[in-house]
């Protein structure tokens, strides 16, 4: 490449996330799942969310219900898996601890992937790149591709393309590769493939001869923005290599909602995390609210800059909320249960928390009396007195309170062990 | 009148973990002679547990480790970010199963040892010959 030396010392984006990773998460802790097809199911084991590489070259589609694909499970030798939120929450957030270590500028993007500034030279970027990606593998256990690239959506692009092609060994770095193989891999790809581009405007582009990812590479920015708008301009502009995708500290994926962010200042009280979480508990609130839904899992998480501290600290917490949620007061008060790791004089650069685990308001909540407890005090008063005289289990909100198992809204017949979680369902480890 | 400024232990419901708060005034005159010693309960995290990221914790099932003062239905602390050694603890994974074994690496190969001699020994040539899942660094035993 023939850039100037200042831009090669730009920093630049390593987008990485985790192969399959429910399925991954499964994995690390039942070996006798390697190599074998698997699938994780959605909430009520409806349908296939995670599919591993072999369940994906068996044909089975993203979405499939599993009612049909049972009858033809124990042919092909397939396992599903409910979803076990509590290992994932876990898992993710080891991962992202992890990947603090190597930037002080990292963004969660979703519970499998992340967003870091790196800079170097190539081949250091390159050795990073490669250095992260054995670093999860051994320490957390799971597998993950690495891309690097001046912007976010080419490092996306970039992790896309490590991902399918082998010689990459799961980390491509875009400058490294020659330009030549970089125009052909982007004429071969439809801009469908591009992070953040809608089928529905996929047929828009294509009207106007966009098809490929390098024609839209070479379109011009003000033309797509007037046809389309910033953000699709913006996209053009991170293909030509102009970071404009600015970090973001809220995003909502298919089954988390996250909000995270690093500090300008440095986090060094409790007191001043209670604050941070305390707000994002209640973003996450307004949020959940505003899509119609409740988490049942929050995991709360804060880390320093492994560069500017010599006390480094990644405390993270899961905590499963009583009942599915989107009260305010619930989730601020789970997202504090980080407090008690939270170490005054320490220098946080970063916190968030992740709700996971959701489903619909409609599907639980059957007494609207009982959507609020914190409106309705005496209900409070009313339940403590009956667990008190009845016991555990005989009166709750809701369906919340009745006796028959904690997921009483869900079914999760194949539930695999929460292993870090709960210490009666640790990983047991042959001694014969 | 002054004020004393000292820390105020309480259990933060959590397992293992304890935690400091302040401030709490203490009325001048009436120090407690403790105070100044006083850094907090013992916790275990601290001690047990050198990199809280890549640890797992484990239960024994099976007796081929009694040698080692390892039992059924002991917990372990692994460690997978340590380097695997000659004489390390490891979690290996042996036909599909999370599995506990003694290290030897020697001149002529590596064999993983149980600790009872009802268990033969499994040879291999090299430890990258094994998948090896993580290094035991503790044994909660149940005395």
């Given amino acids: ?432 | 009148m002054g004020v004393v400024v000292g820390p105020r232990v309480i259990d933060a419901g959590m397992s293992l973990v304890s935690v400091l708060i302040s401030p709490v005034p203490v009325a001048a005159g009436y120090p407690s002679p403790a105070q100044d010693y006083f850094d907090g309960r013992i916790d275990l995290n601290e001690h047990l547990i050198k990199d809280i990221t890549s640890t797992y914790v484990v239960r024994v099932s099976g007796d081929s480790m009694e040698g080692a003062g390892i039992s059924d239905g002991d917990e372990l602390i692994v460690n997978r970010a340590l380097e695997p050694k000659d004489g390390s603890v490891v979690i290996a994974v042996l036909d599909g199963e999370l599995t506990i074994k003694r290290l030897r690496v020697t001149g002529t190969g590596v064999v993983l040892q149980a600790e009872n001699p009802a268990y033969p020994d499994i040879r291999v040539p090299s430890v990258s010959d094994l998948v090896i899942w993580g290094v035991a660094t503790r044994c909660l035993h149940h005395v």
């Fill in chain 1, 1 to 432: 490449m023939s850039k100037p030396a200042t831009m090669r010392r730009m920093p630049q984006i390593a987008h990485v996330d985790v192969n399959c990773f429910y399925a991954s998460a499964e994995r690390a802790f039942d070996p006798s799942l390697e190599g074998r097809p698997v699938v994780v199911l959605s909430n009520n084991d409806g349908c296939a969310v995670t599919r591993s590489a072999e369940a994906k070259a068996l044909g089975i589609a993203l979405g499939e219900p599993w009612f049909k694909l049972a009858p033809r499970a124990k042919e092909w030798g397939l396992v599903a898996l409910s979803s076990n939120y509590e290992l994932y929450g876990d898992i993710s957030a080891r991962v992202m601890e992890l990947l603090g270590r190597y930037s002080a500028w990292l963004e969660v993007n979703s519970i499998d992937e992340a967003f870091l500034g790196v800079k170097g030279t190539p081949d250091q970027l390159l050795a990073l790149g490669r250095t992260m990606k054995t670093a999860v593998r051994r320490n957390v256990g799971v597998p993950v591709c690495v891309g690097i690239a001046p912007t976010k959506t080419l490092a996306k692009l970039a992790n896309k393309w490590a991902k399918h092609n082998p010689a990459f060994d799961g980390v491509c770095h875009w400058d490294s590769v020659a330009a030549d193989d970089r125009e052909s891999l982007m004429r071969r790809l439809s801009v469908i493939e591009i992070w953040g581009v809608a089928t529905r405007l996929t047929k828009r582009l294509n009207a106007l001869g966009i098809q490929s990812i390098l024609d839209l590479s070479r379109a011009d920015p003000v033309m797509i923005r007037d046809r389309f708008s910033v953000v699709m301009m913006r996209t053009v502009l991170e293909l030509q290599g102009t970071q404009c995708i600015p970090m973001e500290e809220e995003r909502i994926g298919r089954d988390q909602l996250i909000f995270s962010r690093s500090f300008a200042t440095p986090i060094t009280t409790a007191a001043a995390m209670r604050q941070v979480l305390s707000v994002y508990g209640q973003q996450a609130s307004a949020r959940l609210a505003k899509h119609g839904l409740q988490a049942k899992l929050l995991t709360a998480f804060a880390g320093t800059s492994h560069f500017n501290s010599k006390d480094t600290s990644y405390p993270s917490v899961c905590v499963p909320l009583p009942m599915p949620t989107a009260d305010p007061v619930l989730l601020t008060r789970a997202a504090h249960a980080l407090l008690p790791h939270i170490h005054g004089g320490i220098r946080y650069a970063r916190a968030g928390i992740m709700v996971t685990d959701l489903r619909p308001t409609g599907n639980q909540a059957p007494l609207a009396l009982f959507e609020n407890p914190h409106e309705e005090r005496r209900v409070g008063t009313l339940l403590e007195d009956v667990t008190r005289r009845y016991g555990r289990g005989s009166i709750g909100l809701g369906h919340a309170g009745i006796r028959g198992g904690p997921d009483w809204t869900m079914k999760r017949d194949m539930l695999s062990p929460r292993y870090t979680t709960h210490w009666d369902e640790l990983p047991l480890v042959k001694a014969a």
